[in-house]
């Protein structure tokens, strides 16, 4: 044996005797956990994106380091910049760390802002069951677990002995983590195999009731009408109906995990950052009784005193009747299969007068293939910018525009609306012919809805980075009220934040968005008349992109990403919409037609329309 590697052994032996009686003082030998040396039964995460992820999505690494966490536990947050330290040394030998969040009442939207506010490259996952922690034997936050090339336990216990719930050390005696993976990576036997973690202690969830007193006709029915009938119901994009007692029956134990995890109702949003109108979550006791009553029984109740689902308008337009529906000219041709390029469609009408509107939406014929959909206007022969000109955009779970109290958008004169479509495939061969429709306003308008677009198009993001920062920030020029903010990446936004940089020099966050998904791009609203910048604020968007192989949507880790139209590209623009606090246009519009009244002429019944082209494929 050579000198050593002999007197390595030596070392271990002696420091495991002496570790001995504090071992089976602590209960040890006691516990029915794995012990060290033997491989854990599979087990899988969630990762940010709600998807269940397992080891074997990493590839082959020397060494697996699972830190069990959770957003409230103190000794986690002091412990987190050492790790992030560690991470970055040991990451080019081959260590791959993974943050699990085991607290109960932690969101996926908390644990994936615990990365981002810590400046943290590597994944952090949920482990909504317990399953992860149970299977290595994992019983406190923050105890590691490092698993060795072959999935085998090699070292479980602390990070170190320099925070503990009783107090602080000046610094660690022994850095336990940091030799663990030097032995790992040297493929030497653990100086020290297990040592004992004193943080705090993992709440594994409760069984699920068998039964429960709950009906859907008194609990129920009154929390389905109110989170969930407005997107679930005939005539929508989601994929099923929940407007009465079988419907939702049927879909019992969907409905209890999408709303135990906060997948549904969808909302992106950090709590800490922001009031917002259209904020959907539910309250906890809300995501309680759905769970219970769902795994419980599913008891009817009497169904005759269920409250009716909510009544909506006899229409599919939201905004209510358009006093105006431009439709494409051509239907466009969809595959049953494959990737489809982004489509470009200029409307049919050009618009010979500022017309003012309080109401827009986008309406595809066929709302099966349409993802989502971006609404510009376009002066004739300037060409089509859909990012300077932004009107507004058709996203899953969005919200259309719907402006009253003196408040309009304006198309301006010698404009066509022209809209950017992603189709994607269903499995047959479609078709889609997309309209917009428009309410004009019918009150005196003060102000124009105006708005900042914080672009960076400057990028290139890396092979494999997991953590690449693209910024783009703008001055105000006049003190303004903010009406709402709005982020747009592709397949590799990881997350997006809005921050507001205050003259005096003071900093507030906005918008804190840990987890964007490009599958549920919404806007954020702010109550009328709330937020409020003085002119000199710098308004900053802040992203994040994941080009690594563990982003599943990732179209290409091997490479290099800028800036460009397709999804396989990237973007990065924050939308800020604001009013002027200064601007009082005082207009009177003719609610027929949306232009100023004092600018129309009686000789002109109709505003001239002509055909233009129909569709284009491609940036125009």
Not at 357 to 366: A, E, L, T, W
Not at 399 to 408: E, H, M, N, Y
Request: one cysteine or more.
């Amino acid at each position: 044996m050579p000198t050593d590697l002999r007197q390595h052994v030596l070392t271990k032996v002696m420091v495991g005797l002496m570790a001995a009686p504090l071992a089976l003082a602590n209960g040890f030998a006691a516990e029915s956990k794995m012990p060290i040396g033997s491989q854990p039964p599979a087990f899988s995460f969630a990762d940010i994106r709600y998807l269940p992820r397992t080891l074997d999505d990493f590839g082959h690494p020397k060494a697996f380091v699972l830190v069990f966490t959770t957003v409230g536990c103190p000794i986690v947050q002091r412990y987190l910049p050492r790790l992030k330290e560690l991470a970055k040394q040991f990451h080019d030998q081959g260590v791959q760390f993974l943050a699990v969040d085991e607290g109960p009442d932690d969101s996926m939207t908390e644990v994936a802002y615990q990365a981002v506010e810590n400046g943290i490259d590597f994944p952090f996952v949920k482990d909504f069951d317990g399953d992860c922690a149970r299977a290595v034997g994992a019983d406190r936050t923050p105890q590691v677990v490092v698993l060795d090339g072959a999935r085998r336990i090699f070292y479980r216990g602390r990070i170190d002995d320099q925070y503990r719930l009783s107090g602080v050390r000046p610094s660690a005696s022994r850095d336990d983590l940091r030799e663990a993976l030097e032995d790992v990576v040297a493929g030497l036997p653990a100086r020290l195999a297990e040592t004992m973690a004193d943080g705090c202690l993992i709440s594994f969830p409760a069984p699920k009731p068998a039964h429960s007193a709950l009906t859907y006709a008194k609990d129920i029915a009154p929390l389905i009408n109110q989170h969930c009938v407005a997107c679930h119901r005939a005539g929508t994009a989601a994929p099923f109906a929940l407007t009465n007692y079988e419907k939702v029956a049927s879909k019992a134990a969907t409905i209890a995990e999408v709303v135990e995890q906060q997948r549904m109702p969808p909302w992106f949003a950090h709590p800490d950052f922001g009031k917002f109108v259209n904020d959907r979550r539910m309250t906890a006791q809300e995501r309680a009784a759905i769970v219970e009553w769902a795994c419980g029984g599913k008891a009817a109740g009497d169904l005759a005193q269920a409250p009716k689902p909510p009544e909506f308008q006899d229409t599919q337009w939201n905004i209510g009747q358009p006093d105006m529906v431009i439709t494409a000219a051509t239907p466009e041709q969809i595959p049953a299969t494959g990737y489809i390029p982004y489509c470009y469609v200029i409307l049919p009408y050009v618009f010979l007068h500022d017309t003012w509107v309080q109401g827009i939406q986008i309406m595809p014929g066929n709302a099966r293939v349409v993802h989502h959909a971006n609404l510009a206007y376009a002066s004739l022969g300037n060409g089509f910018d859909i990012d300077r000109n932004f009107l507004t955009g058709k996203v899953p779970g969005g919200i259309d525009v719907d402006l009253g109290s003196g408040v309009a958008m304006m198309i301006p004169k010698g404009s066509v609306l022209a809209l950017e479509i992603h189709y994607v495939t269903t499995g047959k061969e479609e078709t889609d012919q997309i309209s917009v429709g428009l309410r004009y306003a019918r009150e005196i308008i003060h102000k124009r809805v105006r708005y900042k677009e914080l672009h960076n198009n400057k990028f290139s993001i890396p092979p494999g980075a997991p953590f690449y920062p693209v910024a783009a920030q703008k001055q105000l020029e006049c003190d303004a009220t903010g009406v709402g903010l709005f982020s747009h990446m592709h397949l590799r936004g990881k997350d997006s934040t809005f921050f507001a940089h205050y003259p005096d020099g003071k900093t507030a966050t906005l918008l804190a968005l840990p987890n964007y998904s490009f599958d549920w791009q919404l806007s954020y609203v702010w109550p009328r008349g709330v937020a409020h910048f003085p002119k000199g604020t710098k308004i900053e968007c802040s992203s994040h992109f994941d080009n690594s192989p563990f982003n599943p949507f990732n179209p290409n880790p091997k490479a290099t990403v800028r800036e460009g139209p397709q999804t396989k590209d990237e973007m990065m623009i924050g939308f800020f919409f604001y009013t002027d606090d200064s601007e009082d246009l005082n207009l009177r519009i003719n609610p027929k037609t949306g232009r100023i009244i004092e600018e129309e002429k009686p000789a002109r019944k109709n505003p001239a329309a002509m055909p233009i082209a129909g569709s284009l494929r491609g940036r125009l």
